[in-house]
T-cell receptor
Framework: DAKTTQPTSMDCAEGRAANLPCNHSTISGNEYVYWYRQIHSQGPQYIIHGLKNNETNEMASLIITEDRKSSTLILPHATLRDTAVYYCIVRYTGTASKLTFGTGTRLQVTL | DVKVTQSSRYLVKRTGEKVFLECVQDMDHENMFWYRQDPGLGLRLIYFSYDVKMKEKGDIPEGYSVSREKKERFSLILESASTNQTSMYLC?????????????FGPGTRLTVL
């Protein structure tokens, strides 16, 4: 699975959009980009995933660059409850289905 | 909603004890996983199972074993607990096949080995 690079931490004001970048320059053609988040004292929670097209769901949007070497997770209107560690994961969707988590980005949403 | 439950939220054991961590999921998922999470190291995969009685080593299987006798239950076993196994343990499950390998996680068990 391709390795990812994320900033260690970010701050965002409540109500503003939070844009979390992820670098995955060694991604291969059959690898997807997944985002999970982990709120303090809870297990990780799936947010969104994509292959090459931009994706949107009720939680977030995922923007993947045309060369697929990087992506951005967008929380359009961050709230205090979005304070969490966000993990960007790149992996092939083979039968093993395992995820390799890095250390993620700690997003702090403030008033 | 998928529910993944773990037998304990907090556990304290002594060095050398045999420890069982239980995980149960209620959505008939084929795949189940055990991770440990440590500060600065993120989540690391210990073992996973893609069917009853099947198991595969993850990235850090040493010192652990697993058991999957029923589809809904996946147990992590520490044969002889050591202090370096003090950690947060997370169980997850997912369906098999297809691109939507969303993993559902339990709340975690914080294990302290004294």
């Amino acid at each position: 699975d391709a390795k990812t690079t994320q900033p260690t931490s970010m701050d965002c004001a409540e109500g503003r959009a939070a844009n979390l970048p992820c670098n995955h320059s060694t991604i291969s053609g059959n690898e997807y980009v997944y985002w999970y988040r982990q709120i303090h004292s809870q297990g990780p929670q799936y947010i969104i995933h994509g292959l090459k097209n931009n994706e949107t769901n009720e939680m977030a949007s995922l923007i993947i660059t045309e060369d697929r070497k990087s992506s951005t997770l967008i929380l359009p209107h961050a709230t205090l409850r979005d304070t969490a560690v966000y993990y960007c994961i790149v992996r092939y969707t083979g039968t093993a289905s395992k995820l390799t988590f890095g250390t993620g980005t700690r997003l702090q949403v403030t008033l | 909603d998928v529910k993944v439950t773990q037998s304990s939220r907090y556990l304290v054991k002594r060095t050398g004890e045999k420890v069982f961590l239980e995980c149960v999921q209620d959505m008939d998922h084929e795949n189940m996983f055990w991770y440990r999470q440590d500060p600065g190291l993120g989540l690391r995969l210990i073992y996973f199972s893609y069917d009853v009685k099947m198991k595969e080593k993850g990235d850090i299987p040493e010192g652990y074993s697993v058991s999957r006798e029923k589809k809904e239950r996946f147990s992590l076993i520490l044969e002889s607990a050591s202090t370096n196994q003090t950690s947060m343990y997370l169980c997850a499950s997912s369906i098999a096949g297809g691109p939507l390998h969303e993993q559902f996680f339990g709340p975690g068990t914080r294990l302290t080995v004294l």
